[in-house]
């Protein structure tokens, strides 16, 4: 489904500000936000890559009433003095923050024994140091300003389940979901909401080079543990994301929901049944008839 839900103006009048905003993810969300009428500011460590979103995303979505407006802002979510100087800027340059996209992300597959404590660090410096010191942030911001603001955090199906290869990221994934469903419980009384999205497998350069690497691609197909033997398309998760920043979703907190096909599904134990062909079905149901039959007598 590549089309956009929300009705045309769905986020008018707000201001987003989307961590990892100048690739991937971020990116398609970010343009499906501006498409519905937020602006939205943009950040992550590289200034020249962000700057180049932010034109192609103008170019693409450009409106003249003077809504839907991108900044970029170059920004390190492990520097509290960066994140602190994001928010000044996006409220000077729109007036307010109404939501905030925790998006940004470092994962590389390795045997975990392999990892030096810096290859540990760096990625749970990133996704769980990154996603707490932005939402303290913004949170004082709205608390001390009474604004509602709304975070919505990207996890992963494996935040809940755990998963090997990927440990560091799990552990900041888990992490911050725990932040997310804390947060929506103590600051639910200002009006704040915390959601998070895990969505599975949606291709993007920054996950495939690091998840997918060329001599793997050749030996696992992502899809075929999916039920719905597709990956994710970007559009499906942006209509997702403007919804739970939106005030539709006023009445959702503490939540995450998972858009993955059903991959997370795969986990029990005996779907790797589903390989059986019809015939070696027959030789099974045969083979436990006859232990039931034993067993009898
Ligand atoms: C479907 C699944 C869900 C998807 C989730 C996602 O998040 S997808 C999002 C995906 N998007 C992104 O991830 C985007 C952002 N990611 C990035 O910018 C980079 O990938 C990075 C910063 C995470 C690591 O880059 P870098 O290495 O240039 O950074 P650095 O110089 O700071 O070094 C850190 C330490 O890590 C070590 N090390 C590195 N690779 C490996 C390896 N394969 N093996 C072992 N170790 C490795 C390296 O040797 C060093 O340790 P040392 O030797 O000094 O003790
Ligand atoms: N693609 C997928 O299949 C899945 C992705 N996800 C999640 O989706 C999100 C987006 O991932 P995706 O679009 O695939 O990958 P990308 O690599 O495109 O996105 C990661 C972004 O994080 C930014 N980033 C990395 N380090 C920092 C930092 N220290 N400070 C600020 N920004 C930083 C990067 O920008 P820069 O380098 O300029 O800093 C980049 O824009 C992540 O949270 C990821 O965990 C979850 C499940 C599946």
Known sequence: MNQGMLREGALQGKTIIVTGGG???????????LQLGANVTICSRRQNVLDEAAKELMDETGRSDGSGQVLALACDVRNPQEIENVIAETVNRF??????????AGNFISPTERLSY??????VDIVLRGT????????KH???????GTVLNISTTYAQTGSGYVVPSAVAKGGALIM?????????????RLNAIAPGPFPTKGAWDRLFPEPLMKLMDPTSRIPLKR???HQELANLAAYLLSDFSG??????????GGEVLMAGEFNHLEQVSSEMWDVIEQTIKQANRASKS
């Open 231 to 233: 990956v994710g398309e």
């Open 23 to 33: 690739t991937g993810l971020g990116k398609s969300m970010s343009r499906y936000f």
């Open 180 to 192: 997310t469903k804390s947060l929506a419980a103590e600051w639910g009384k200002y009006g704040i």
């Open 95 to 104: 007036g307010r923050i109404d939501g905030l996209l925790n998006n940004s």
């Open 132 to 139: 707490y010191y932005f939402t303290l942030a913004v949170g």
């Open 142 to 148: 709205w608390i001390e300003n009474q604004i509602k």
């Open 118 to 123: 810096k290859a540990f660090d760096v990625i």
């Open 251 to 260: 009445f959702v907190t503490g939540e995450c929901i998972t858009i993955d």
